[in-house]
T-cell receptor, first 115, second 111 residues
Framework: NAGVTQTPKFQVLKTGQSMTLQCAQDMNHNSMYWYRQDPGMGLRLIYYSASEGTTDKGEVPNGYNVSRLNKREFSLRLESAAPSQTSVYFC??????????????FGPGTRLTVL | GQQLNQSPQSMFIQEGEDVSMNCTSSSIFNTWLWYKQEPGEGPVLLIALYKAGELTSNGRLTAQFGITRKDSFLNISASIPSDVGIYFCAGRVRGAQKLVFGQGTRLTINP
């Protein structure tokens, strides 16, 4: 039982390049999330997926797209990377989006630098 | 968007000391969570709180859901070197679906 896994762990891009961050969970969770973490800013929600087949914008969605490929996998795509997207990206999952206990379990993160 | 104010931002303490940190919000919350993040890792859930006034312990860690529903507290007793890391509070506003996170408290311990 690996929990939440993310690939890659590190990535360096040039401005304008595109890439996809991958996330998978093996806990049979319905909801999945993408956050970015910047110094002094805590975690900010980019996009989330309440259940398979649905995605919604979070607090900071501009410059990103997501795909909920199936119940296990939720990817984050940067179409044209910008230096402002240099950050640490975390994927998380939870049994449900709301109602009752909703502990989110986090992956180890992807450290992205955009030059 | 919804803001959580977490304090202090950083703490430098001696091993063996007790630690206290808190989070406050202008809105009423129905869930409070406390996470710990170690360098190079993702946040790990420490304690979850679901009722106003609830007091929950996890080893040397104790967290409380404030009576007003607008705050939460985390205490660490008799700190040890492995307590080093960043502690985040998170919560869900009543009626909302998504969690919001505090800015984190960075804990440094001098042996």
């Amino acid at each position: 039982n690996a929990g939440v896994t993310q690939t890659p762990k590190f990535q360096v891009l040039k401005t304008g390049q595109s890439m996809t961050l991958q996330c998978a969970q093996d806990m049979n969770h319905n909801s999945m999330y993408w956050y970015r973490q910047d110094p002094g800013m805590g975690l900010r929600l980019i996009y989330y997926s309440a259940s398979e087949g649905t995605t919604d914008k979070g607090e900071v969605p501009n410059g990103y797209n997501v795909s909920r490929l199936n119940k296990r996998e939720f990817s984050l795509r940067l179409e044209s990377a910008a230096p402002s997207q240099t950050s640490v990206y975390f994927c998380a999952s939870s049994e449900a989006l709301a109602g009752g206990p909703n502990e989110q379990f986090f992956g180890p993160g992807t450290r992205l630098t955009v030059l | 968007g919804q803001q959580l104010n977490q304090s202090p931002q950083s703490m430098f303490i001696q091993e063996g000391e007790d630690v206290s940190m808190n989070c406050t919000s202008s809105s009423i919350f129905n869930t409070w969570l406390w996470y710990k993040q170690e360098p190079g890792e993702g946040p790990v859930l420490l304690i979850a709180l679901y009722k106003a006034g609830e007091l929950t312990s996890n080893g040397r860690l104790t967290a409380q859901f404030g009576i007003t529903r607008k705050d939460s507290f985390l205490n660490i007793s008799a700190s040890i070197p492995s307590d080093v890391g960043i502690y985040f509070c998170a919560g869900r506003v009543r009626g909302a679906q998504k969690l919001v996170f505090g800015q984190g408290t960075r804990l440094t311990i001098n042996p």
